[in-house]
């Protein structure tokens, strides 16, 4: 059936003067591909569950190896067809899919996906058939971005040169999933790997199309070849050997411990100036911290606030930079930040004496005078890196709590930040470093692109221990750039701070309405950090592309759900209007829920009192 209404769309395409290539996804059903061929231009096929079935292997290399004769009877003939037919292929490995075979022998890892494109990869080749592409699909940017590099380096080792096509699968919706996109195909397309790129979201299709158009543009921006600008940028930074590790990741953690700290015994003093598992610093002026504003600061800033006091909850910032000095009176309430941990950060030349906080300057002015000011306790430091290594090895002996890296317009970001890292590295020095990003911008959407695309880039390598957003123009919130840098932290697999969520995009085999029942997922369920839940439109979707799901609600049939336990289906054939419900008890039953906080009520008299 769907191979007869394919032929039925191409032919009314072509009679209505359309004659873009299409595209089949095919799972499951190698009969069925070798019909789709007949009439489409490309075929998607995922080597996971093409025809692999679901026996089970033992570690062996025999088995492993025998099995491939199996592989080739069945995946041949659609190569055969594919040659003749002039038709492309995509061979698309997905993460959440990898066959049983490929789990025995290599497990989940971004090793097996590559494998498993390899070996389709090397059948195709035998049959004489080079029209195709790669693609190394996973909802999680770091497991995506390390599976494509090693493809990459694989493909240099044997000499081939096939196009990648790149993609995080199952991204989501809105800023989150554009942010989680651009930090997986920004970072590579910056490697210089790429030549389509998808962007997968829990939206109209015609919604993915900017996202992509301008990821591609950024990319474009910074590459060497794009410009005069960008080769006289690149070329600004002075040599380094990048050391990297494309075959693993491993993150660079600063060493934060005894930044801040307080006396545990009193229940509001908690916390520290930075969080080792990733921080978010924000920029506040001065002007803000009056009596009348100052608990709905505390607010935006992530803090609960009972009776006009702050206090710290899972989302709060770790530390804030004064951009401007509050008055002598209105002091008490940035008091309030300190004793809770919070790092209060002054730029030297403001700095009046107020006690317990942080001097803030550049590198090159710390070593000319490196004294505290009257009332600091620590300094930090602006890296912009243009900095000589000379200057960088005087950071040993300066010693700064963190330091703030925010490369210079001359140089390049990427390319700047990586020498940094890599000084840093080499002279074993573990001082935090928190990226200090200015935007001009007052797009949301874009807002997330640059972010992912220019912060992700280097904290998909590991290298980074927060990040401070400064919104030049204030074209937003406080809040929303508190939650903003969370989001980017989360992308990158650091610090959770709400539910992961793993959502298909629409396609023809969606069961329910995507973008209600995530919208209504996410309401009951976005409150539980660590938890990630996929909310999955089909049962190809499904257990096939969620690998990293602690919770999955899937399309089966018309009206009905399953509902997942890690790969395991809980609950089968759930009514659409009571799955959200079961969900709940799902996650209540494995001891991963926990009721959402009400917002505390004060009162006029109540807060005048405070």
């Known amino acids: 059936r769907e191979a007869n209404a394919c032929m039925k769309i191409r032919e009314g395409l072509f009679k209505k003067g359309y004659d873009i290539p299409l595209c089949a996804d095919m799972h499951f059903q190698p009969k069925v591909a070798m019909m789709v061929a007949e009439a489409l231009e490309k075929i998607r096929i995922n080597p996971g569950n ?3 079935g679901t026996k089970d292997f033992d570690e062996l290399e025999d088995d492993f190896t025998q099995e491939r004769e199996y592989l080739t009877e069945a995946f041949t003939p659609l190569v055969e067809k594919c040659r003749d037919l002039n038709r492309a292929m995509r061979i698309g490995t997905n993460h959440g899919s990898l066959s049983s075979r490929v789990l025995s022998f290599y497990g989940d890892t971004p090793r097996g996906m590559v494998e498993s494109a390899i070996e389709f990869a090397d059948i195709a080749r035998a049959s004489d058939y080079h029209n195709f592409v790669f693609s190394m699909k996973a909802s999680n940017p770091l497991v995506m971005v390390q599976a494509y590099r090693l493809l990459a380096a694989e493909q240099y080792r044997l000499g081939w040169d096939y196009p990648l096509h790149l993609g995080v699968t199952e991204a989501g919706e809105g800023e989150d999933g554009r942010m989680k996109s651009a930090i997986g195909i920004g970072t590579l ?3 210089g790997l790429g030549d389509t790129v998808r962007v997968s979201l829990t939206e109209d299709p015609e919604f993915e199309y900017e996202p992509c158009n301008r990821l591609i543009s950024i990319s474009g921006e910074t590459l060497y070849s794009s410009s005069d600008e960008q080769k006289t940028k690149q070329d600004a930074v002075e040599p380094y050997i990048d050391t990297r590790d494309f075959q693993s990741y491993s993150r660079r953690r600063g060493n934060v411990e005894g930044l801040g700290e307080v006396d545990p015994e009193q229940p509001r003093l908690s916390g520290t100036w ?4 990733g921080s978010v610093v924000t920029p506040v002026s001065g002007e ?7 608990q709905y600061l505390y607010s935006a800033l992530g803090f609960k606030v009972s009776l006009g006091m702050p206090f710290r909850d899972i989302a709060s910032v770790d530390s804030i930079l004064l951009t401007s000095l509050p008055t002598d009176d209105d002091w008490v309430y940035v008091k309030r930040l300190q004793e809770l941990g919070v790092g209060i950060i002054i730029p030297k030349e403001l700095n009046a004496g107020q006690e317990g906080v942080i001097s803030m300057t550049t590198l090159k002015d710390a070593i000319a005078d490196s004294g505290l000011p009257s009332g600091a306790v620590r300094n930090t430091v602006i890296i912009d890196g243009t900095e000589t290594l000379d200057e960088l090895e005087q950071l040993e002996k300066i010693n700064p709590a963190f330091v703030f890296l925010k490369v210079d317009d001359s140089v390049s970001t990427l390319h700047g930040g990586r020498r940094v890292f890599e000084h840093l590295k080499a002279t074993e020095n573990l001082v935090p470093v928190i990226h ?4 001009k911008t007052d797009d949301k959407n874009e807002l997330a692109l640059q972010m992912g695309s220019q912060l992700g880039s280097l904290l998909a390598d590991g290298n980074g221990d927060g990040v401070m957003i400064q ?7 406080l809040d929303y750039l508190r939650t903003t840098s969370f989001s980017l ?5 650091m610090r959770s701070t709400k539910t992961e969520f793993v959502s298909c995009p629409s396609c023809g085999r969606t069961l329910f309405d995507l973008q209600e029942t995530t919208a209504k997922i996410t309401e009951a369920t976005g409150h539980l950090p660590g938890v990630t839940v996929a909310v999955m439109g089909c049962i190809v979707n499904g257990p096939g592309e969620m690998a990293d799901a602690d919770f999955g609600y899937v399309g089966t049939i018309p009206g009905k759900v399953d509902l997942y336990y890690g790969k395991e289906v809980i609950k089968k054939s759930i009514p659409n209007d009571e799955a959200v419900g079961e969900l709940i008890n799902l996650i209540k039953e494995y001891g991963m829920w926990k009721d959402k906080e009400e917002e505390e009520s004060e009162t006029a008299e109540e807060l005048v009192a405070a």
Not at 489 to 493: I, P, V
């Open 489 to 493: 932290l989360q992308g990158c697999r």
């Open 50 to 52: 093409f025809a692999d």
């Open 288 to 294: 803000m911290f009056t009596k009348e504003n100052a």
């Open 471 to 477: 919104d030049v123009n204030g074209s937003f919130e």
């Open 189 to 191: 397309l910056a490697d």
């Open 436 to 439: 200090y990003y200015t935007t």
């Open 274 to 277: 930075l969080n080792p598992d």
